[in-house]
């Protein structure tokens, strides 16, 4: 481990049978702390077992963060993870989320 880095957490959920169509486009706003607001959209369509899952159209509300403090940072990503968890389900895939 390089001096200064800190480990990353690793966050595994397992498959499941799918849950929804894969043509399914999932959108999810979620508090990000007191002040923001984050909408994200997954293309289940798009995604297949071992690739990496990326939003398709991720708005902040009212704008987006320069920063985020300890609670908004929870929030942020509680809510992507909650969002990844039910695009892996669609597909009926094994997902894990790491912070780096």
């Known amino acids: 481990m390089a001096r ?5 957490k690793v966050t595994y959920f397992e498959p499941v049978p ?11 706003t979620f508090d990000v702390g007191r002040r923001f607001r984050c909408t994200m959209r997954v293309d289940c369509g798009q995604l ?4 990496v899952i990326r939003p398709i159209r991720v708005e902040w ?6 920063r985020l403090d300890e609670e ?7 809510g992507r993870n909650a969002v990844y968890q039910l ?6 895939a094994r997902l894990a989320v790491a912070d780096g």
């Open 72 to 78: 908004e940072l929870a929030g942020w990503r509680a």
């Open 87 to 92: 695009a892996a389900l669609t597909i009926g």
């Open 61 to 66: 509300h009212p704008h987006m963060p320069k």
């Open 4 to 8: 200064g880095s800190l480990p990353r």
């Open 18 to 28: 799918r849950r929804l169509a894969r043509n399914t486009i999932i959108e999810s």
């Open 48 to 51: 297949d077992p071992g690739v």
